[in-house]
């Protein structure tokens, strides 16, 4: 496709199950991000992807969070046992990778815990 | 501690009135400044990077400017469809910090 694609657009749990959010990132593009957003709240960084190097994932709040990226391509952010303090848009964003290159953002998913 | 923040958090404006946002920035190591605008239910979409003290990039209604510790987005005679929450982000090292953004509305 021609953007970043992120499913589900909106996801509703019960607290303590575990939900799985996708992002496929524009073709070619080597730098991978994953940001939440809450309300009233800026962009809070995730973990980050960069071609076959170990991911950045300084940014994850605790180890219920994890993240991968097969071949390089779609990523997948699993939360396990959500919480309701999970609640947010989850973002994806990739870019060339190449230095100061600019993030191609996709819609997100609203994730609601109840 | 790395640190962007955006003001006002909320702007009004009639269409016609020209006004700026603010980004003020405490970033070691600073790589480029991002402004972005976000539309509701959407992902930011990308405006300008800006490099270097003293650089501005203008498109449209939108003039960017960078100092060494802030940003300015104006917006001259803005539209209706001006309206968004403008993000700014800083780029360090391979990290981006975002402020918490402005939303914009501008009243026919």
């Known amino acids: 496709g021609a953007g970043v694609s992120q499913s589900p657009s909106n996801k509703v749990t019960e607290k303590g199950k575990d939900v799985e959010l996708r992002c496929d990132p524009i073709s070619g593009h080597t730098a991978l991000y994953w940001y939440r957003q809450s309300l009233g709240q800026g962009l809070e960084f995730l973990i980050y992807f960069q071609g076959n190097s170990a991911p950045d994932k300084s940014g994850l709040p605790s180890d219920r969070f994890s993240a991968e990226r097969t071949g390089g391509s779609v990523s997948t952010l699993t939360i396990q046992r959500t919480q309701q303090e999970d609640s947010a848009v989850y973002l994806c964003a990739s870019s060339l990778g190449t230095d100061l290159e600019k993030l191609f953002f996709g819609s997100g998913t609203q994730l609601s815990v109840l | 501690e790395d640190q962007v923040t955006q003001s006002p958090e909320a702007l009004r404006l009639q269409e016609g009135e020209s006004s700026s946002l603010n980004c003020s920035y405490t970033v070691s190591g600073l790589r480029g400044l991002f402004w972005y605008r976000q539309d509701p239910g959407k992902g930011p979409e990308f405006l300008f990077t800006l490099y270097s003290a003293g650089e501005e990039k203008e498109k449209e209604r939108l003039k960017a400017t960078l100092t060494k510790k802030e940003s300015f987005l104006h917006i001259t005679a803005p539209k209706p469809e001006d309206s968004a929450t403008y993000l700014c982000?800083?780029?360090?090292?391979?990290?981006?910090?975002f402020g918490t953004g402005t939303s914009l509305t501008v009243i026919p």
């Open positions: 982000a800083v780029q360090a090292g391979n990290q981006f910090y």
